[in-house]
């Protein structure tokens, strides 16, 4: 199938275009006209210039498509604070291009970030029927989209999932974007690691495979879909990194090493006929040691250059 993608370029979209090609699919970027495109040339077939706001490059993003990734956000607004213009650049042209590219299948990237205050019944086991509150903009912004595409699958029968995914790490393109960028840099000057907590981690490429996957599996219609891996605090991830690098500083070890509350993932592992890839949301604390070892590689030869 073709596949309209926005945010093509980034550490996602980049990923879930990689995923789609690998499986055969063609697919249709959107991205800025200042976004890098080389990591992905070979990838996207053809390249829409717009922003996810711009309609006037809708049109060419839905020439021929037969299902919509909307991966893409402005963080511009939402960095600056700017509500109306948050509003209007994603809650806005994202409702507008879920009418615009009726009745393709449509699956959403969301955040786990829906979700903040864990109600009581659920004793710690939040599963996709737990209600969404959310304690920032953003997160709200994700259930308000969220919201729509149940009203055009159950009104309208139309295939839509949303996914949920909860930190993702890997290897970004923009390298200092990658999780564990700071805290490798910190440990090469020789200074402590201090940052307390941490968090619920998925693996890039289990995003991407969850979110081709979304579009044609009968089972994901009408369903959200968390995707969580494991839970580390960040002096988990120092310990990991100072083993890799050889290198001794001190590390903050008083964040409780258990989360409060975990996102049950059973819906994530059934929907796709029961055959994910290897590893697909059991990397563990492997898969962040495995991402570290990547980075730190990256990191060296980028200080090499």
Known sequence: MRIALTGVSGFIGSAIARRAHAQGHEVTGLVRETSRRDHIEG????????????????????????????????????????????????????????????????????TIAVHHDMRPRWHGEIDEDHPLRPNMDYGAYKAAVEAHLWVDHFRDGRHTCAIRPCGVYGVDPDLERSHGYTLV?????????????????????????????????????????????????WSDWAHLAQELMGTSCAVDDSSPASPANRFLKDAAMGLFGGSPPAGFLSRGTAGVRAHLESLIHAMAEGAGR
């Open 185 to 233: 840099e910190k440990l090469r000057r020789g200074e402590p690691i201090t940052k307390s907590g941490g968090g619920k981690f998925v693996h890039v490429d289990d995003v991407a495979w969850a979110a081709v996957a979304a579009l044609s599996a009968p089972s994901a219609s009408g369903r959200a879909i968390n995707l969580v891996d494991c839970y580390a605090r």
């Open 43 to 110: 990838v996207v077939d053809r390249f829409v210039v717009g922003d996810q706001s711009d309609r006037d490059a809708w049109d060419r993003l839905l020439d021929g498509a037969d299902a919509v990734i909307h991966n893409s956000v402005d963080w511009g607004p939402i960095r600056a604070a700017d509500f109306a213009a948050h509003l209007q650049a994603n809650l806005v042209s994202s409702l507008e291009l879920l009418r615009a590219s009726a009745a393709r299948p449509f699956v959403f990237i969301s």
